[in-house]
């Protein structure tokens, strides 16, 4: 079946990048997600990447995708305190549907 | 006004009560979905509609049930409510682009005694 696996907890420094990297397991996803879950909220889409593309870049955030090792991650450049959240990777899971990991909690310290 | 709305956003129950959320939308979608959020496990799909007709279960529907009552409401129910239902559950809606952008109602924390 389908997983999305990603590490729990990040921390950095003000000022730094953060790297959160995803690991999926369908090979026909179209595209591939990121949301972003602020304290109290719902998710919120951060960015995409369509399947055919290796890298997308959205002002501080980049994406990376490597199709043969199903990997994906996400880069924030000069991360804010405001960028502390919880970050989940998606899939496409046919259907019209989304199969989320488990999310990485991104703690930014000043 | 917020595009997605959940009601109650708290609520605390004990075993054996039926208890209901709901969702409302104003951003004219057809698919909605039902997600429930527990710590370290991420976001589960429960249910998942593509219009008022069109019903679907997802990977955790035991113990669930869902009502499409109009194209801008989607009620989860719990029949006969146990304390491992307690989470924070999720609404979502799907916009109408090539990529699946779903948007999240800010969730109803439901706390099962």
């Known amino acids: 079946g389908e997983d999305v696996e990603q590490s729990l907890f990040l921390s950095v420094r003000e000022g730094d990048s953060s790297v959160i990297n995803c690991t999926y397991t369908?090979?026909?996803?179209?595209?591939l997600y990121w949301y972003k879950q602020e304290p109290g909220a719902g998710l919120q889409l951060l960015t995409y990447i369509f399947s055919n593309m290796d890298m997308k870049q959205d002002q501080r955030l980049t994406v990376l995708l490597n199709k043969k090792d199903k990997h994906l991650s996400l880069r924030i450049a000069d991360t804010q305190t405001g960028d502390s959240a919880i970050y989940f990777c998606?899939?496409?899971?046919?259907?019209?549907?989304?199969?989320f990991g488990k999310g990485t909690m991104l703690l930014v310290s000043p | 006004d917020a595009d997605v709305t959940q009601t109650p956003r708290n609520r605390i129950t004990k075993t054996g009560k039926r208890i209901m959320l709901e969702c409302s939308q104003t951003k004219g979608h057809d698919r909605m979905y039902w997600y429930r959020q527990d710590p370290g496990l991420g976001l589960r799909l429960i249910y998942y509609?593509?219009?008022?007709?069109?019903?679907n279960k997802g990977e955790i529907s035991d113990g669930y049930s869902v009502s499409r009552q109009a194209q801008a409401k989607f009620s989860l129910s719990l029949e006969s409510a146990i304390p491992n239902q307690t989470a924070l559950y999720f609404c979502a809606t799907r916009g109408t682009g090539n990529y699946n952008e779903q948007f999240f109602g800010p969730g109803t924390r439901l706390t099962v005694l």
């Open positions: 369908d090979s026909s996803s179209t595209y």
């Open positions: 509609s593509f219009d008022v007709k069109d019903i």
């Open positions: 998606a899939e496409d899971s046919g259907y019209s549907t989304l199969t």
